[in-house]
């Protein structure tokens, strides 16, 4: 009231343009010189005045929740099971939420039977339409596209250069750990593991216990999971007679009905599409 906020205010700013030239005088002239002061003015400091940072030369750190151009999360290319695989299963759920609709997405297929696979054929993000608004990261249920920090992505091309595509967008998952662990690490403890759940479910039929995800645990690399081997058959036990050698073939088995299916080896199958990939180009 009567302007004491005014004057509150007021005081607050004149208060950081004098602190600025004393911090000038201070430091005479080494305030821009050495990387150690610049770490200093780009602290947390309380009581400290306004100063320039020298772009690009300098680049003031970006907090973790900083959001710029999406990108897609892959396994490491030194992964064990499934080095280089993509995290995205091409639902199409981040395309479907984006607000400018900026995602497009081609969907694999199986060249044998023309089914759909769950992996991206082509992925596409047109950055001049992109809002940063973090819809497809929030939404998607694989945590298979996150916001990048990389803003310095300035060019005088704009029809090819801003529209990345799978190749552009791939980065490791230790990338996102890097950039945000505390963000990396709660969607690992909300998932039970630091892994993909294609690894995690791989892991549980091998009968290997799953980690729980720790700071401390966070780069430790995952061991091969070691395929169960089939037991041997038991000696068949000794006959009076000896069955005489049939010249016929022998007769194909048909399953039973009590007999199971053979479960879908998801991996299996990437690996002969891919082969199959290779060969054509």
């Known amino acids: 009231m009567y302007g004491k906020g005014i004057a509150k205010g007021l005081f607050v700013t004149f ?6 030239y004393v911090d000038d005088i201070r430091y005479a002239g080494r305030k821009y010189l050495h990387q150690e002061n610049f770490e200093v003015r780009q602290g947390l400091r309380p009581n400290g005045g ?4 020298m772009y690009p030369e300098e680049k ?3 907090p973790e929740r900083f959001r710029f151009t ?6 490491d290319a030194d992964h064990p099971e499934r080095p280089g695989e993509d995290w995205c299963t091409s639902c199409g759920i981040c395309a479907k939420v984006c607000p400018p609709q900026c995602i497009w997405i081609v969907r694999g297929t199986n060249p044998e039977t023309g089914r759909p696979v769950p992996q991206p054929d082509a992925f596409y993000i047109d950055t001049d339409i992109c809002m940063n608004c973090g819809f497809c990261a929030e939404f998607c249920p694989f945590d298979a596209i ?3 920090h990389d803003y310095e992505m300035a060019s005088y091309d704009r029809t090819t250069v801003h529209i990345h595509d799978k190749k552009r967008l791939s980065k490791p998952v230790s990338y996102w750990k890097n950039i945000a662990p505390t963000s990396a690490l709660e969607e690992a403890v909300s998932r039970g593991q630091w892994e993909h759940n294609d690894i995690a479910k791989a892991m549980k039929k091998a009968g290997q216990p799953t980690t729980a995800p720790t700071i401390e645990n966070m780069w430790l690399k995952p061991e091969p999971s070691a395929k169960a081997e089939a037991p041997e058959p038991a000696a068949p036990q000794a006959t009076a007679k000896k069955a005489a050698p049939s010249t016929d073939k022998p007769a194909e088995t048909t399953a039973t009905s009590g007999d199971k299916k053979p479960k879908f080896d998801k991996q299996a199958m990437l690996a002969k599409i891919r082969e199959k990939k290779a060969n054509k180009e």
């Open 50 to 53: 306004a100063y320039t940072v």
């Open 15 to 20: 208060k950081h343009f004098f602190t600025t």
């Open 70 to 75: 999406p990108f897609l999360v892959v396994e």
């Open 146 to 148: 996150k916001m990048d």
């Open 60 to 62: 003031i750190a970006v």
